[in-house]
């Protein structure tokens, strides 16, 4: 893996982690199309430092509400500075609650995951998935927008957007869009459907980049490769901001259709040059 490798898999990774065309399915083409060195093969702590810039480019973005999270468990625990105010004020540690539910689904595909990341071998699977993603969004285009927020959510919905995850780990189903879409079904604002997925993959992303420092540090590491991973991980954490605060700019316009007309075009190439080739 050369320098210029791993720039364009960190730009992969940044920009279609966080929007909702799927990071995965990227990743996966990008490697096939262009006939680079197997990100999961021999490369694992490159894919673990991948994931962990963009968890990283998530809590830089969100770290306000991340702290205000914080503060309000300890709270809840009589150790903060919010100690003997009236729940009502707690909406931050409600909304980690709710991210607990939906994170517990993810339990559900652990044995199975290996077979489900083999799928990624199938080109024609993940042009499949980019057109399901597409149509979802499309879908979550034309939903009448309602009110729920932070404070109105329910653990019926968490728990619906957590499963919906787990499908999400199909290659080249994109698992903000499937989360986004799933978060607007359930009766979430738009905005709040966003925000509300990108911190569910901030809990998702970091669980999976461990597995993934576990396994790389199983195999063994090639330390020549490292100056290369670290190029790739710092254009992953760059683009990785900039996509999140295009995703919620899009958002706040209410608007998914570019994404999902990007996803229908990609999978339609993907599935002919499957064909012919």
Known sequence: MTIWNAVLLGLVQGIAEILPISGSGHLTLVNNLFKLSDVTDGHMLFVALLRLATVISIAVVYWPELRAMWYELLSLANLGPYAGQTSDRYTGARVFFMLLVATLPLFLILPVNDRL??????NVLIGVMLLLSGAMLYVADKMTPRKKNAGSMTVLDALIIGLCQCVAAIPGLSRSGTTITAGIATGLKRDFAVHFSLLLSLFSLFGASLLAFGEAFSQGVDWSFVPAYLVGMAV????????IYLLRM?????????????CWVVGVLTIILYLIF
């Open 117 to 122: 990341q083999k799928l990624g071998d199938r």
């Open 236 to 243: 992953a954490l760059v683009t990785g901001i900039a996509s």
């Open 250 to 262: 899009v958002a706040s316009r209410g608007k998914f259709g570019g994404f999902a007309y990007y």
